[in-house]
């Protein structure tokens, strides 16, 4: 639904991944729930989800896999949604220098994550490197992204410190990435507890 209160129903899959702006991830959509807020092309921006229903039997539907892109808008009625290629399914990420380090790297690169963030109001950081930031926050904050596994959370939470002392900012967000159902799935994992550069607040643990 959008602002003005035009509906529109749009017919997919269930697994196909759609931008839920509600929660910053990409989810089925099958698992898109009554409310959330979906990215489209319009001045408005976003529309809503005013129901989700599963259609029982065989029907034609194409999951569409654009060459080269890996997030594009599908019209619901005259609306452009925002949704995404599937991603390739891979399993113990882990950060460093290992055939997973360089999934890692793809995912960092990757048009689709810089899509996603771009689309909450961040900017890819100033540089590459290990004093680099992945991502800036609206406000110019530092963020990391690491694999969503524990060794990743206390990478990321080691190398945030590390761009929080070096600018002098008490305040940064670590991000984890992983894949599940073929999706490339982004979660904001922890940011820093207020005085304090040496304790987290956790909003979700690996």
């Known amino acids: 639904r ?10 997919t899959t269930a697994n196909h991944p759609f931008w839920d702006d509600t929660t910053h991830t990409w ?16 001045d408005d921006r976003l529309v ?14 194409w999951n569409l896999t654009v060459q080269q892109l890996h997030t594009y808008y599908v019209l619901a009625g005259g609306t452009a949604v925002l949704v995404h290629n599937a991603c390739p399914n891979t399993n113990g990420l882990q950060p460093g220098d290992n055939p997973a380090a360089q999934v ?3 995912v ?37 992204l690491k694999p969503f596994t524990k060794r990743g959370a ?14 002098g900012s008490t305040y940064g967000e670590l991000w984890g990435y992983s894949f599940e159902d073929d999706l490339l799935v982004l979660r904001k994992m922890a940011v820093p507890r207020v005085g304090s550069l ?3 607040t956790w909003l979700i643990r690996p």
Do not use: C
């Not at 989810?27 to 319009?42: E, F, I, Q, S, Y």
């Not at 809503?48 to 539907?61: D, K, L, Y």
């Not at 206390?154 to 600018?167: F, K, P, W």
């Open 2 to 11: 959008t602002k003005d209160g035009h509906t529109a129903t749009l017919h």
């Open 198 to 200: 040496r304790r987290w």
């Open 108 to 144: 960092h690169h990757d048009p689709a994550t810089e899509a996603a963030f771009d689309a909450m109001g961040y900017k890819r950081g100033p540089g590459q490197g290990a004093d680099q930031p992945d991502f800036l926050t609206p406000n110019g904050d530092p963020v990391e």
């Open 154 to 167: 206390r990478e990321g939470t080691r190398q945030l410190r590390r761009y929080l002392n070096n600018s």
């Open 48 to 61: 809503h989800v005013i129901a989700v229903r599963v259609t029982p039997g065989a029907a034609n539907r």
């Open 104 to 106: 890692g790297k793809e």
């Open 27 to 42: 989810v089925p959509a099958g698992k898109l729930h009554r409310g959330d807020a979906l990215n489209t092309t319009g």
